[in-house]
């Protein structure tokens, strides 16, 4: 194995003059930074420093070849012959000349025997399956990229916090890489300002409601149990009739619960708005023809479990009937990051757009920019707490990135 130091001014810099001189297979085998120069550790610069390995092919020890002790004979050597050849006598009476060559004596070596070839072969497997666990580990180490230069390792400490998976958080801290001069890394205001750039280009996708113009417009929110389908649809329905002057109705077809039905009528004398109560996906179509004079129409769906076929069954059968021109997946921004791909990859066949709420409830914003990654779907909206209409937000790539990096209770 040959194994060789490397000293750069950044991570990327360093593995470049690996791959250069040891080739893509090589292994490394520590990183480490350190500060050169300046006084009493003090004003140095930073350094990285990678041990690289490359296996070599190893070393064939079928016949070892002789050096020989005379320049090789241009008239050839009869290599049939196993004795050295008779060097012949000087004879200085006719002047001859001593021959300018003599013949290398022949040795013999003999092959590894078989217990010391397979004593070698051990030796070899057991280095390359060492190898191979190696680049595993380090393949492992460079998705995640858990270590980072001194400056920017409290931005990926930050952004790990919020729940940002360790893809995106090294796609974001590239960005800075390749976007501030590395002499600056240092000024929090520079780095933090590309960050919020960075997220921002991935929450670019919004858009919200607007009322119907000659018929009213269908809005269905879905979503699994929990999440405060009810409590948005409230805010929604108080916001457009109270503060917009918009002509609006709700229909439930949350008959599971009794007192989701019971606290959607309440708020709707409360506001002024009419509220229908449907047991099945006929009553839900008759319900939307009585509100053909409205501008909005919000249905409220029951709760569905994303684990459960029959419920999402009833779900499409209610949809189908209503079809809404608009229908937006509700899901908690406290919903851990798996649980929160399984209900958007259920629920996505059925969805136009997406709602998060209960911002307020987590310190993990970044699991909203992790579903945000890999989806087309615009946001609608956003939630922060249970006040009605107060509590929920247009959603803007400026208010997402506020939520995500936990500066939402800052204003713009």
Known sequence: MRVKRFVGDTVAETMGKVKKELGADAVILQTRQFKEGGVLGLFGKHKVEVMAAIEEEPVRKEQAPVKSLYPANPYGVRKESPLPMERPAFDSRKGAEPPALEKTPRVEVSAPKGAELNALEAELQSMRKLLESMNRQ?????GEQSVWPVPLQKWADLLKERGINPKLIKRILRSVQQNVREEDWGEDHRVRACLKETIRRICNNTAAIQPGVRKPRIVALVGPTGVGKTTTIGKLAAGFSIV??????LITADTYRVAAVEQLKTFGEIIGVPVDVVMTPS?????????EDKELIFIDTAGRS???DLHMSELKAFLEKAQPELTMLVMSAATQAADLARIYERFEPLTTHLIFTKLDETIGGGTILNLLERTDLPVAYITN????PDDIEVATPERLTRYILGEGDRRE
């Open 138 to 142: 380090i393949e492992g180490l460079d």
């Open 244 to 249: 917009d002057k918009r002509r609006v109705a």
């Open 283 to 291: 009553g839900l179509r008759e319900a939307i023809q009585r509100h």
């Open 306 to 308: 994303p684990h459960h």
């Open 385 to 388: 707490g249970q006040n009605v």
